[in-house]
């Protein structure tokens, strides 16, 4: 699998649950990381030590969080055209901070339901490794497009 080295923080540990996710991008508060399963799927994680909840954020880190969020979304949505987002900060199994950002169709094969209840299909490695490629340019070329 390709290497993509993601910059350093200070003061932030990535939990192990993360390690094999491939790193898309870092926004000013969150590292974006790609889940390897087949539905379209974001872990947006706020680089601060030791945060399990979205309320326990700076004021200043929640509004940024919102703003990265819905940043996000528009990016999947416009590559995965979708009949819902889900946006959710469960972290029941996992103690670090991160929000799920899943584009799901009508056609997906969990279909109304959760998808916590399921072990959700992987895509092969070239798969996954094609579809961070595609999502991380159109993140930087929506970056660029946003400091002008």
Known sequence: MAEYTAP?????????QFWRKLHVCDFKLSRVLLNDTKLPWLFLIPMREN????????????????????AASDVMERIFPCTRLNIAAIGNKTPQLHIHVICRTEDDEYW???????????LTNS?????????????AVDLCRKKH
């Open 8 to 16: 350093r923080v200070a003061s932030f540990t990535l939990l192990e």
């Open 51 to 70: 945060v399990v909840q979205m309320n326990k954020l700076a004021r200043k880190d929640q509004k940024q969080l919102m703003l990265e969020i819905c």
């Open 127 to 139: 798969e996954y490794e094609a579809r961070c490629e595609n999502i991380r340019n159109v993140f």
């Open 112 to 122: 109304p339901e959760t998808v916590w209840q399921y072990s959700c299909e992987k």
